[in-house]
């Protein structure tokens, strides 16, 4: 069965530190993978994505991400995280064989930014 | 530009009332969805059309009806509504299925 995990619901760090958020998945095939993020009360933004290729991706607002097939695995991170950072951030992987696109997300990880 | 439109912000209605929620994209997409996301929670897929045509249900139950006019429109007419249906309303599209999705701000809806 398909599964996507974020072993973190909550995650605090200090204004100016770094950021990694983890993502692991459980598929046949590798998906695709995206980031999403979510402040309170607002739509979902999406981060960044990998498809295939290079498997560091760029993404908005300074944030990248790392695939690693051997650990089925799609953490965040940023070098230095802002106030504004503040949010819930979902991990969703998209099975690429699929005829549906039906997105599935992680539970997702609340992080708070101390000034 | 990658804007997904949602209106209106902010739904309060009755058990008895009908409503709808519309949501708008000028992207030249051909898939768009309906998610429901309660507090604290990922959201969860109700609806899928691609190229118009619906192509999921995900056996949400018929107080909720979906409609796309066309490939720039989705609505989700709401009927009888429980208060447990009260949530956020999320639309997204994607060019097409199987594509990254670009999601709208949502609905607040509260069913009293």
């Known amino acids: 069965a398909q599964s996507v995990t974020q072993p973190d619901i909550h995650i605090t760090v200090s204004e100016g530190a770094s950021l990694e958020l983890r993502c692991n998945y459980s598929?046949?095939?590798?998906?695709?993978l995206f980031w999403y993020v979510q402040s309170p009360g607002q739509g979902l933004q999406l981060l960044l994505k990998?498809?295939?290729?290079?498997?560091l991706v760029q993404g908005i607002k300074g944030f990248e991400a790392e695939f690693k097939r051997s650990q089925s695995s799609f953490n965040l991170r940023k070098p230095s995280v802002h106030w504004s950072d503040a949010a819930e951030y979902f991990c969703?992987?998209?099975?690429?064989?699929?005829?549906?696109?039906?997105?599935?997300f992680g539970r997702g990880t609340q992080l708070t930014v101390w000034p | 530009d990658t804007e997904v439109t949602q209106t209106p912000k902010h739904l309060v209605m009755g058990m008895t009332n009908k409503k709808s929620l519309k949501c708008e994209q000028h992207?030249?997409?051909?898939?768009m969805y309906w998610y429901k996301q309660k507090a604290k929670k990922p959201p969860e897929l109700m609806f899928v059309y691609s190229y118009e045509k619906l192509s999921i249900n995900e056996s949400v139950p018929s107080r909720f009806s979906p409609e796309c006019p066309n490939s720039s429109l989705l609505n989700l007419h709401l009927h009888a509504l429980q208060p447990e249906d009260s949530a956020l309303y999320l639309c997204?599209?994607?060019?097409?299925?199987?594509?990254?999705?670009?999601f709208g701000p949502g609905t607040r809806l509260t069913v009293t």
């Open positions: 997204a599209s994607s060019p097409r299925l199987v594509e990254e999705q670009y």
């Open positions: 992207m030249g997409h051909r898939a």
């Open positions: 969703a992987p998209l099975d690429r064989g699929s005829t549906l696109g039906r997105l599935y």
């Open positions: 990998y498809f295939s290729g290079d498997t």
């Open positions: 598929y046949g095939a590798t998906p695709y």
